[in-house]
């Protein structure tokens, strides 16, 4: 069983913008990249997970994945997730990836469980597992086997449109639920539900490493 994590991530220096009435440009800078090294370690902590994909247009980010020991593709072409992912997915289906794991690189609350439950879930063929978010709008976290069985299509409402493309090929669909999966920190009420569920108190907004 050969299962890839996927990683998308941004410039460190453009991520975060929805966060500028409450943090510095520094300070959104350095979330990003704590999130990005987090998400990172978690998914290396995972023995099931063949290897650690990231993809980005950002050379900082690049050399930062490398460092942390992972795989990374240089992102070409127009800024868009969707076929950023597409490409990446493409290059695991060329090592022989029979599955492949979708994770933003912005959850802070993300664990070894999560991942080991997803893969769980995911075992059959032409199976789609998805963890949403609190709102039931975003993807914050999909397994799909095999790659490459249904397009990407992140953005507002990808939820329902990833259920819809799964459903349309066939394919098993099952929801994994979790409170950790279903938050990322994209704007100043996710900031606040994060400060809620950790107890973290302001102005200590940045998540430790530790899996």
């Given at each position: 069983?050969?299962?890839?994590?996927?990683?998308?991530?941004?410039?460190?220096?453009?991520?975060?913008?929805?966060?500028?009435?409450?943090?510095?440009?520094?300070?959104?800078?350095?979330?990003?990249?704590?999130?990005?090294?987090?998400?990172?370690?978690?998914?290396?902590?995972?023995p099931a997970i063949a290897g650690t994909l990231v993809i980005s247009r950002d050379t900082r980010v690049l050399s930062l994945a490398r460092?942390?020991?992972?795989?990374?593709?240089?992102?070409?072409?127009?800024?868009?997730?969707?076929?950023?992912?597409?490409?990446?997915?493409?290059?695991v289906k060329g090592w022989r990836g029979e599955a492949v794991l979708i994770l933003p690189a912005d959850l802070p609350l993300i664990a070894?469980?999560?991942?080991?439950?997803?893969?769980a879930l995911g075992m059959e063929d032409h199976s789609v597992v998805i963890a949403t978010d609190f709102h039931d709008d975003g993807t914050?976290?999909?397994?799909?086997?095999?790659?490459?069985?249904?397009?990407?299509?992140?953005?507002?409402?990808?939820?329902?449109?990833?259920?819809?493309?799964?459903?349309?090929?066939?394919?098993?669909?099952?929801?994994?639920?979790?409170?950790?999966?279903?938050?990322?920190?994209?704007?100043?009420?996710?900031?606040?539900?994060?400060?809620?569920?950790?107890?973290?108190?302001?102005?200590?907004?940045?998540?430790?490493?530790?899996?």
């Amino acid at each position: 069983m050969s299962i890839w994590a996927i990683i998308p991530v941004k410039p460190f220096s453009r991520a975060k913008s929805r966060l500028a009435e409450v943090l510095s440009p520094q300070e959104r800078e350095q979330l990003a990249e704590s999130l990005f090294r987090r998400v990172v370690t978690v998914v290396k902590a995972v023995p099931a997970i063949a290897g650690t994909l990231v993809i980005s247009r950002d050379t900082r980010v690049l050399s930062l994945a490398r460092d942390l020991g992972v795989n990374t593709v240089q992102e070409g072409g127009t800024l868009e997730l969707n076929n950023a992912l597409m490409r990446a997915t493409q290059v695991v289906k060329g090592w022989r990836g029979e599955a492949v794991l979708i994770l933003p690189a912005d959850l802070p609350l993300i664990a070894a469980a999560d991942v080991t439950g997803m893969i769980a879930l995911g075992m059959e063929d032409h199976s789609v597992v998805i963890a949403t978010d609190f709102h039931d709008d975003g993807t914050n976290a999909m397994l799909i086997r095999p790659p490459g069985l249904i397009p990407y299509a992140y953005g507002t409402g990808s939820y329902a449109r990833h259920c819809a493309l799964a459903g349309e090929v066939g394919a098993t669909v099952k929801i994994y639920q979790s409170e950790r999966l279903a938050l990322d920190i994209d704007t100043p009420s996710d900031l606040e539900d994060y400060y809620r569920l950790t107890g973290v108190t302001k102005g200590q907004v940045f998540p430790t490493s530790t899996p």
